[in-house]
């Protein structure tokens, strides 16, 4: 993969540039348990690649919960923001990889699921916040993941032709998202998917365990 060929480089957030996805986990037992509801296993696999909108709706209509998706979103961010804020490491080598990309003037964006707080809380904690040139939620397009709409809109943001653009994903659904978008993928390891590591590797361009990797050097 040429990285000189890339003209801006769109990082999903949780468990692509940082190590956050066993968090969820918890908060989704601990939302549920108070709640006395049962927490599936899969949870997590149902609900993959949603907005916290599209996941707001899913929790409200599976366990016919009667506060508004507004509060549920507020809820989830609470509980989960002194983590981000100060707690969540970042992947190993995103930080040198991210100042790499600003010093070899490669745009940089982030399209994620998850909250504009959230995201604004890591970047603060990581001392990444004037390195990343857009954010996109999915919050703020028409569909989630697997949809190709947070990719593409981060694309017009940053102003590159999605041809121009390298994704890094953790997930199949953001896999798929990023290829319908017409993007080269990346995939990253994670610990919560390896399960899925053959598939990840077989559906992307190319697959890194961390971004120390030879393939990212300029």
Known sequence: MKLKNIKAVIFDLDGTLIDSMGLWKNIDLEFLSKRNLFCPDN???QINGLSMYETAEFFKKKYQLSDSC?????????MAYMAYRNEIPLKPGAYEFIKNLKTNHILTGIATSNAQTLVTASL???????????IVTANEVDHGKPFPDVFLECARRLQVL???CLVFEDLLEGIEAAHSAGMQVI???????????????KQSDDYILNYYDDILKF
């Open 43 to 45: 949870l997590q696999e």
């Open 70 to 78: 507004e509060m549920l979103m507020k809820e989830w961010t609470d």
């Open 124 to 134: 603060l904690h990581h001392q990444l916040q004037d390195d990343i040139n857009e």
């Open 162 to 164: 999605p041809k121009d």
């Open 187 to 201: 995939s990253i390891y994670d610990d919560y998917t390896r399960e899925i590591t053959d598939e990840k590797i």
